[in-house]
């Protein structure tokens, strides 16, 4: 399964685009890229997930390169609420056995 | 109505003592997880298990083991607990042939060996 390489921490103003990267340089094929984050003291917690194209949902965009060896999660406009360890994770879809949480990057919301 | 709920969110015990911990998913998934998170803040998988099989981590010691009354609970019992059983330990569900379903999991249970 592949592993991920996360920065360990990023400084994001309030209000301001946070764009979190990740590398997953040997993510084969059937993999996804999936991304969490765990804010202190509570359960990690589910944000996007992609195969090969972009996503976005209510909580933020997903951006793949095309040969996928890399990812960028973006919060369009990060609020304090943010600040929390995010996850990047390459796995199979549905075979959660095979997650792997690496040490993930720390952002820090600031006003 | 919370999704995955463990009690207790907080347990302190002494060295030796056998305690178990609770987890319920109102979900209606069929694969439940105990995750481990220690104090480097590492999580890691302890166990999986659906009512085909139970996946454990080699690493976990066999004083852990995972009791599953019901497809909706998967309770951990620890016996003899030991200092460095100290951690966050985490409940989590999910579908495995649920188009765009992920794992969720529940807000911990913090327990502290003394």
């Known amino acids: 399964d592949a592993k991920t390489t996360q920065p360990t921490s990023m400084d994001c103003a309030e209000g301001r685009a946070a764009n979190l990267p990740c590398n997953h340089s040997?993510?084969?094929?059937?993999?996804?890229v999936y991304w969490y984050r765990q804010i202190h003291s509570q359960g990690p917690q589910y944000i996007i997930h992609?195969?090969?194209n972009n996503e976005t949902n209510e909580m933020a965009s997903l951006i793949i390169t095309e040969d996928r060896k890399s990812s960028t999660l973006i919060l369009p406009h990060a609020t304090l609420r943010d600040t929390a360890v995010y996850y990047c994770?390459?796995?199979?879809?549905?075979?959660?056995?095979?997650?792997?949480f690496g040490s993930g990057t720390k952002l820090n919301v600031k006003p | 109505d919370t999704a995955v709920s463990q009690t207790p969110k907080y347990l302190v015990t002494q060295m030796g003592n056998d305690k178990s911990i609770k987890c319920e998913q109102n979900?209606?998934?069929?694969?439940m997880y105990w995750y481990k998170q220690d104090s480097k803040k590492f999580l890691k998988i302890m166990f999986s298990?659906?009512?085909?099989?139970?996946?454990i981590n080699e690493t976990v010691p066999n004083r852990f083991s995972p009791k599953s009354p019901d497809k909706a609970h998967l309770n951990l019992h620890i016996n003899s607990l030991e200092l460095g059983d100290s951690a966050v330990y985490f409940c989590?569900?999910?579908?495995?042939?649920?188009?765009?379903?992920?794992?969720?999991f529940g807000e911990g249970s913090w327990l502290t060996v003394v």
């Open positions: 989590a569900s999910s579908q495995e042939d649920r188009v765009g379903n992920t794992i969720y």
């Open positions: 040997t993510i084969s094929g059937n993999e996804y």
């Open positions: 992609g195969l090969k």
């Open positions: 994770i390459a796995g199979p879809k549905y075979n959660f056995n095979k997650f792997y």
């Open positions: 979900l209606g998934h069929d694969t």
């Open positions: 298990y659906n009512n085909k099989e139970l996946i």
